[in-house]
């Protein structure tokens, strides 16, 4: 079970600065240590809201030195550290109780060389494509929503629709400047400590945090052609998607169920990244839908085009409810049957109002980096319930509970989880999730961080 919920305890005004705690000798830092309500308060929730845990403090690091230097001090005093991007992660994985916190989102300086950008780890990724776009580049692959962390996403993995291409986020990086939790400020990359950088990328912060990364880019469409493909059922929706991603006809390739007065649809959102050139009858030839539209968008607003939903989910509440997401990925044998039977299984309250549910096609052949654990076939599938627990749901006590059940298929079926949402797991269930790479993992963090101070929210050692 999730834990219960903490308190947040209230600030001792007399302890402001730290004194008489374990922050009370920090040395000169660049940025600032935080101890006031307000800093200490943002930090000790996410977007789960489920989970709350206080830290002690809060470091805004104004360098990449700022977090050496405070990993350092931490290490010497036995406190834990975690990194925090923009905190959307949903199970506490970014918190730390009566720790150090370090807020990436002050390292946000972005630096386009040739075809590269190198990124502070507090960099957005709309920030980022904002700045490439006017040099006609673009990272190559996006999350659905742009207001994540450059470190957050790639201590995830980072998934999206251009998968069948080019991979996850994960893929595309070239290097990286990342702080030990030794406290040393190094690089790595793939010929470069490699060790490093394979525990470091989609590695849920536990061996270092990223101070700085370098990523590829490629040349940016203006606009994209956008179809919407519905399809009869889920075996006919994964049978197209299957066959649109080998093939790959289209530059972008999501899928989702949704439950509707009428019962489930199921539809494909595919877009062509020459929008001029796009022909609708070739590329829509032979799709077998039941029905199809067709959008021109510009590039950017195609990559934000959940801006407008998280608009009104602000405006009507969801966005702030408790979020008990659950993401996995599911091999293409077993992925029907696993995602017909828990639909059938689902009540009415058990997604919430304002529910997604993803199913999309992953050429795991593409994912070329040791983590986030794939499935053991050349095709997989993401199955995400983005459930909230909305008033009239199930709570989100429940929703947790079900997610864990539904762990527990998933890996009967062959599937792996996508670890950025809410299944409360033991040790044995992490080491059974890294499966072949669990050695290597467990080795660089003995390696990297040896007193395991690094991200104990993720329950992994
Ligand atoms: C609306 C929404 C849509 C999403 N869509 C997608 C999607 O399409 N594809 C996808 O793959 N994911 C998606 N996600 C999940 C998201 O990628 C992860 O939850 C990601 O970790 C969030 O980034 P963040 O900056 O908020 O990180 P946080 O929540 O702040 O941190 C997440 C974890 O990473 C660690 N961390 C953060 N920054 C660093 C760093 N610099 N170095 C080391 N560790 C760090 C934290 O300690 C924590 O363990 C989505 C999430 C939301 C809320």
């Given amino acids: 079970m999730t834990p219960p919920p903490v308190p947040t305890p209230q600030p001792d005004p007399a302890d402001a600065s730290g004194a008489g705690g374990p922050f009370d000798a920090v040395p000169a830092l660049d940025g ?21 845990r206080s830290p002690a403090a809060v470091l805004k690091p104004g360098s990449a030195d700022d977090v050496a230097t405070m990993v350092r001090y931490c290490r010497e005093r036995g406190v ?10 949903t199970n506490g994985q970014a918190q730390v109780p009566a720790g150090l916190v370090v807020d990436l989102g002050s390292l946000d300086a972005v630096e386009i060389r040739d075809n590269t950008a190198v990124v502070q780890g507090g960099v ?31 201590s995830a993995g ?37 060790d490093l950088f394979r525990a470091a990328l989609g590695g849920l912060g536990q061996c270092a945090i990223i101070t700085r990364a370098t990523l590829a880019l490629v040349p940016a469409p203006r606009s994209v052609r956008l179809y919407t493909l519905t399809y009869p059922s889920v075996a006919a929706l994964t049978a197209r998607e299957a066959e649109l991603i080998r093939e790959g006809r289209f530059d972008y390739l999501v899928g989702q169920v949704m439950l509707t007065p009428d019962g489930w649809i199921h539809f494909i959102e595919a877009a062509s990244y020459d929008a001029t050139a796009a022909d609708d009858a070739r590329l829509t030839d032979g799709l077998g839908y039941t029905s199809v539209e067709a959008q021109e968008m510009e590039y950017f607003d195609f990559l934000d085009r959940i801006a407008p939903l998280v608009d ?64 053991d076939e050349e095709l997989a599938y993401l199955f995400s319930l983005l459930k ?24 009967e079926a062959g599937g792996t989880w996508y670890p950025i949402g809410s299944v409360p797991l033991t040790t044995d269930d992490w080491v059974r999730h890294f499966g072949a790479f669990w050695p290597e993992f467990r080795a660089a963090r003995h390696r990297y961080d040896p007193d395991g101070i690094l991200t104990p929210g993720q329950r992994i050692f």
């Fill in 388 to 411: 909230t627990a909305s008033p009239g749901a199930d709570s989100a006590e429940e929703m947790v509970a079900a997610n864990r059940a539904q762990y527990d298929t998933t890996v």
């Fill in 158 to 194: 980072g998934l999206g629709g251009q998968i069948g291409h080019h991979g996850t986020q994960v893929d595309n990086v070239l290097e990286l400047e990342v702080v030990t939790g030794e406290g040393e400020l190094t690089t790595c990359s793939p010929t470069e400590r490699p």
């Fill in 312 to 375: 009104m989910l602000r405006s009507n509440g969801e966005w702030q409810r408790p979020h008990p997401w659950y993401d996995s990925l599911l091999p293409a044998s077993t992925v029907n049957e696993v995602v017909t039977e828990t639909l059938a299984g689902l009540k009415s309250g058990s997604l919430g109002a304002s529910a997604v549910v993803l199913l999309y096609p992953v050429l795991t052949t593409k994912c070329r980096t040791p983590l986030p654990v794939m499935p």
């Fill in 32 to 52: 600032e240590l935080c101890f006031d309500g307000a800093t200490l308060e943002a930090a000790s929730g996410d977007f789960g809201r489920m989970v709350r």
């Fill in 124 to 154: 957005l990724w709309s920030t980022l494509v904002r700045a490439t776009l006017p040099l006609g580049l673009t990272p190559p692959v996006f999350t659905d929503y742009l207001e994540l962390s450059v470190g957050g996403t790639l």
């Fill in 80 to 89: 834990k550290v975690a990194g925090r991007g923009q905190g959307h992660s």
